[in-house]
């Protein structure tokens, strides 16, 4: 291991005892210090029940370095699980007076409670989302089998040769329909299976009237021009068969205006529909009389109409019993490893109404009841933290502390693209030192669980393609590798891999060439089944602690690190000045990336200043 002078504290198992505690427990937890720092006393400092108690550490060990003398002390001090979110940080005796440690880093200053590390009683997420690389794919431009040419063209579509030209912004966008279904998803499974991946997200799976079925018409079948409900039970049991696992869609928020409920809702203003959804009585200025016909619906789209979650009937449809809606796909014969969670961010919150997190966590216990090793993992395009660690979602998909700096620093030089996420002007460039803060920022305001947890990305469907975004080949590496071996699950959007393109969410949902296998780029290809397979290798890139080394406009440095390993990162957008890092011990294996660490006279090591580059090191 490396010693560093700051104390360094974090969620993982290096430095807590147990990461899923029981209310009532008490959790040994460790800070780690450089010994130069000449540290005096050490407390702990929680809140059970809102008041602060504080608590004396005590030296755990001291562990040499080179030469003589010790070169790290780790204090250790016990936290009382009182509360299901337990929240603490450290008060450090040193040269320079007390000093706090939280979660956002080391301040000289009094700081408030929200960026405190954090112990959850509440039931952990299942064991195997931690170490899974997930595989997102829309299944109308996937793969398409045989069958689906003998299902006949539905009224809204607009039927496209699988080499037609996606329209990327239009009337007619969301009704080009190239047909992929969930048999043509079987038929490509030795594809996704080299990449390494482990889970296959699907985006929605249910009747509707567009490409992307986010509009949905029912919550009780599959639709058929996917293959129906026999497509979907042959898919699971294919991804099983294979030690695989398949995630559905769930659309929380909305249906569409063809679905069944919304149907009879239109029709009996008396019925149990009728409140399923939030209709405005508007009196006629001739009459006097109340129709009942305008309601909300998402961002305003009529298509959409919102769901009511202040409704005791929807909860019932939605969320009770083992045939609800949430449930009931997680049951034999589909048998759905959980649920990503479409527009979680506005489920359940209009105007008065705030049931967002008791929907999560209505959703979560319907999932954990019909699958206790299901998932859920929220879409979530902005902070996302105020809904997280309230015992729903178990993570969320990382948009803002993930995608966005990665985007901000490793963009293509005159890119001219606005910001997707609807920030006024262009998608900015910004510095090493502000992804870092960035990322930082949001890590530090939810659990390490949860953090560990959300989904990292480069792209989705909702977005533009990472190669438009950043279009150099070494940056683009450069990204990967950071979405490789960052704290979060990886989550790759088909397609990302060979290199497709788009300008926005909709031009980016092109279908897969599979029929051009000579258009695919194959060295990034090669690039994505290597660095996964680095992934798989190497517990600390999925369970390690994270201590962020160097940052500057060029270069980001970290340290992923176990009890039994510790891999240096190293990442450049550009050449620049050599990092040098004197407490690096020297002995150093390279493995990704190739090249080696020089030593310098002083003892002191020299990071390579070439760019873009992307080095992986087992170091100590």
């Not at 370095?65 to 002390?73: D, I, W």
């Not at 009389?289 to 009937?313: F, T």
Request: glycine fraction near 10%.
């Amino acid at each position: 291991m490396i010693p560093l002078p700051l104390p360094h504290h974090d969620g993982s198992a290096l430095y807590v005892s147990d990461l899923e505690p029981s209310l009532g427990q008490t959790v040994s937890v460790w800070l780690r210090v450089g010994a130069e720092a000449g540290i005096e006393r050490v407390f702990v400092r929680s809140t059970p029940d809102g008041e602060p108690r504080f608590s004396p550490a005590v030296v755990d060990r001291r562990v040499s370095g080179r030469g003589a003398g010790p070169s790290e002390v780790w204090w250790r001090a016990e936290v009382e699980v009182r509360n299901p979110d337990t929240r603490y940080r450290f008060l450090v005796h040193g040269p320079d007076g007390q000093r706090w440690l939280n979660a956002l880093g080391l301040f000289g200053h009094d700081v408030p409670d929200v960026h405190d590390f954090r112990l959850l009683a509440w039931d952990p997420p299942p064991a195997w989302a931690r170490d899974a690389v997930v595989y997102e794919i829309f299944p109308d431009r996937f793969a398409r089998s045989a069958g689906a040419s003998d299902r006949p063209v539905p009224d809204w579509a607009i039927p496209c040769d699988w080499d037609t030209p996606v329209i990327g912004r239009g009337p007619e966008t969301p009704y080009q329909f190239y047909g992929g279904d969930l048999d043509g998803i079987v038929e490509q499974l030795d594809h996704i299976s080299s990449l390494g991946v482990d889970t296959v997200y699907l985006t929605p799976i249910f009747p509707a009237r567009s490409n992307h079925r986010y509009d949905a018409a029912s919550f009780s079948q599959v639709d058929p021009l996917l293959g129906g409900d026999e497509a979907l039970a042959r898919l699971s049991a294919a991804l099983h068969a294979r030690g695989m696992r398949l995630l559905g869609d769930l659309t929380t928020n909305h249906c569409g205006e063809s679905h069944s409920w919304f149907q009879a809702a239109l029709a009996d203003l008396t019925g149990p529909e009728r409140e399923l959804f939030f209709f405005a009585k508007l009196a006629s200025e001739a009459t006097g009389s109340v129709d009942g016909a305008d309601y909300e619906a998402w961002c305003g789209v009529k298509s959409l109409p919102k769901l009511n979650w202040g409704s005791g009937e929807l909860r019932r449809r939605f969320v009770e019993g083992p045939d609800s809606v949430t449930a009931r796909w997680l049951r034999p014969p589909f048998d759905l490893d959980g649920w990503r969670v479409d527009v979680a961010n506005m489920t359940g919150r209009l105007g008065a109404d705030a049931y967002t997190v008791e929907a999560a966590q209505l959703v979560r216990g319907a999932v954990v009841r019909a699958r206790p090793d299901g998932l859920v993992v929220a879409e979530h395009n902005y902070d996302a933290t105020a809904d997280l660690d309230r015992n729903g979602w178990h993570g969320t998909m990382n948009y803002a502390g993930f995608l966005r700096p990665v985007w901000n620093w490793l963009r293509a030089d005159g890119l001219g693209m606005s910001d997707f996420l609807g920030v006024p002007g262009d998608l900015p460039r910004r510095s090493g030192v502000d992804v870092v803060a960035t990322m930082r920022s949001f890590a530090a305001l939810m659990s390490w669980r949860s953090w560990v947890h959300s989904w990292t990305f480069l792209g989705t469907h909702d977005s533009p393609r990472v190669q438009t975004i950043i279009g150099d080949a070494g940056r683009a590496a450069v990204a990967l590798g950071l979405q490789m071996t960052l704290p979060g699950v990886p989550m790759v959007f088909a397609g990302d891999e060979i290199g497709l393109e788009g300008r926005n969410g909709e031009d980016g949902r092109r279908p897969m060439p599979w029929h051009r296998a000579g258009s695919w780029d194959r060295s990034r290809l090669g690039r994505y089944r290597d660095l996964i397979a680095l992934r798989r290798r190497h517990e600390a890139l999925s369970r390690g602690g994270l201590r962020w080394v160097h940052a500057d406009a060029e270069s980001i440095t970290y340290l992923r690190e176990t009890e039994d390993e510790t891999l240096l990162v190293h990442a450049r957008r550009a050449a620049g000045a050599p990092v040098v890092l004197r407490e690096l011990v020297p002995a150093a294996e390279n493995v990704y990336g190739g090249a080696s660490i020089d030593v310098l006279p002083d003892g002191s090591v020299r990071l390579p200043a070439e760019g873009p580059v992307f080095q992986v090191w087992r170091v100590g």
